[in-house]
T-cell receptor, first 111, second 115 residues
């Protein structure tokens, strides 16, 4: 069974701190997606990682992919309140149009 | 309108009602998706249409019936739903196949409550 596991599922942290969200998956996928969802809103694409060793950064967020370890990380640097959201990772499924999604990591950043 | 729009945003229906959810994408994409998002569960892919043809149907109960009249519009027809069908229903679109690394663009969702 294809699985995507995120860790932690809930994270409360103070502004200014650094933290990492982990995404483990069981497939042999070379591609991994990170999305963000604000409360009551839709999902917004953050990063698409297309190969082993891929690293992408935008602002205080940096995502990386290790396909050999089947692991992606989303690192938050000097967190600010605006980054409070639920973060999802997803990998390719069995078909051309399917992604397997993690359960999401709810991140709360306290001022 | 830009991006992906969905109507209605909220819907309350009884188990004997028939209703429809509408999705429209203004991005010129070729593929459209319906997802179900339930609390504390991963996103569940329900249906995928590519160039107006259904390419995915993930064991969804027949009380959910999709329709894609053209590449910009997608409907989800609902009838005799169950309370456990209450969830956020998300529509998404992509230019092409996800296996090619395409990004999906999501609508705001329809929050459905079945009484």
């Amino acid at each position: 069974e294809l699985k995507v596991e995120q860790n932690p599922l809930f994270l409360s942290m103070q502004e200014g701190k650094n933290y990492t969200i982990y995404c483990n998956y069981s497939t042999t996928s070379d591609r991994l997606y990170w999305y963000r969802q604000d409360p009551g809103k839709s999902l917004e694409s953050l990063f698409v990682l297309l190969s082993n060793g891929a690293v992408k950064q935008e602002g205080r967020l940096m995502a990386s992919l290790d396909t050999k370890a089947r692991l992606s990380t989303l690192h938050i640097t000097a967190a600010v309140h605006d980054l409070s959201a639920t973060y999802f990772c997803a990998v390719e499924g069995d078909s051309n149009y399917q992604l397997i999604w993690g359960a999401g990591t709810k991140l709360i950043i306290k001022p | 309108e830009t991006g992906v729009t969905q109507t209605p945003r909220h819907l309350v229906m009884g188990m004997t009602n028939k209703k429809s959810l509408k999705c429209e994408q203004h991005l010129g994409h070729n593929a459209m998706y319906w997802y179900k998002q339930s609390a504390k569960k991963p996103l569940e892919l329900m249906f995928v249409y590519s160039l107006e043809e259904r390419v995915e149907n993930n064991s969804v109960p027949s009380r959910f019936s999709p329709e894609c009249p053209n590449s910009s519009h997608l409907f989800l027809h609902l009838h005799t739903l169950q309370p456990e069908d209450s969830a956020l229903y998300l529509c998404a679109s992509s230019q092409g196949q996800l296996i090619a690394g395409e990004t999906q663009y999501f609508g705001p969702g329809t929050r459905l409550l079945v009484l």
